[in-house]
């Protein structure tokens, strides 16, 4: 039995994919429990230096997750951050983080099936590539 | 052409700046007092002084990080990537464009003490300042370029044999024209970025913070690698960002004095590389 299973560590903006997943859960989708949700009040506050020290810290996925491109409740928060994360990536993809270990995407309040989806579709990416190596070590119990 | 030729001509201009009151205070390359073979950062106050500035290939460092925060008109003795910190500088407010005279050096490359060219100049291609207030051309042909390093592959084992080699010690913020911020990430107490102890993982949040910090910003100046001690490979991280930038976003820092940097702004139809469904290279 292989008892690893990762830890996601997940920034989800308070006034979409927050509400979103309450409702993947009240309406009682199931997806799996890897993810430890972090509440921002937009993905314009994920500050890259949060994703940054969440891998060296030993996550093994970080997930962000905002409201879609022109529903942002500051407007263009999510338009300053979806540049940030495509910039973040390519620098992580530079220094040998795997792709698929850092996700992107847009979640509304009304999706909670859309949340329960990604969340299923992450934590089978992120245990594919098994525990984050980047310091030398393995993941510590976060 | 040469840099005896240049040398002389900026001579006689900062002479007449600083005669005829135009400038202050030039800022430009000296011989040192206890290191030769190299040319390092001097001030000009008095138009006989002058003659002290020098130019040749060894006028390595980068001297926009010499006049943030002055007052008064300074006149800088600025590389073709001097003038691009200057110019972004001005974009970013931190410095007012009548504050500043731009001598614009045409500029064949500078080179390391066996006189190869460096490498950030060695992948080059301006020879000319975009922004300046008087140039001053005529650089000799450039210079051969060492071999191609080890520019390949990006993974995560040479990113963490880049990491071994740093010791933390901060030179390359303190060369960079774009650290300017009074508390750095690394300095502050709260929130506190760094793991308990400076290991590895102290490295990679420093030097992964810095290249998004640099994001969009960088000039390309090879200020961070000349200075580092310990031979770290500091640019090709920021390198590749700079180049996405560049393609996804078509910005090209400090090409003018008002471009804000790309990550300070965003655009409706940005497109999503690597996002959630989207082509994850
Ligand atoms: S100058 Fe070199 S050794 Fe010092 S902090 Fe920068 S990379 Fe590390
Ligand atoms: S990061 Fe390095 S190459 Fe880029 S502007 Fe700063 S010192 Fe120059
Ligand atoms: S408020 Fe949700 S992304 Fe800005």
Redesign the interface.
Known sequence: MNAWTPVIVAFLCNWCSYAGADLAGTGRQQYPPNIRIIRVPCSGRVNPMFIIKALVDGADGVMVSGCHPGDCHYLAGNLYARRRFAVLKKLLVTAGVEPDRVHFTWVSASEGTRFAEVVRGVTEAVTALGPNKMTGGGAGEL | MSFELQEKSLRELCESLLRDGVAEIVVGFGESAFASGIAVPITVKKPEDAAKLSWNSRCVPSLARYIAGRKGVAALVAKPCDARAVASLIAERQLDRDNIYIIGMECAGMTDADGSALAACAECSSRRAPVFDSEITGAPEAFDAPDERSAGE???????GEMDKCILCFSCRQACYGCYCETC?MDRGA?N?Q?SEP???AK??YH??R??HL??RCVECGACENVCASGVNIR??IK??TD??EC??GFHAGMDTKTLP??Q????S????????KN??
């Open positions: 990006n993974s995560a084992d040479r990113f963490r990430f929130p970025w793991p290991d590895i993982g990679m949040i992964l913070g290249a998004m994001a969009g090709y991280l590749s960002v996405f930038i996804e976003y790309a990550l702004t965003y655009s409706a940005d497109g999503e590389p690597g996002f959630w469904g994850n290279e």
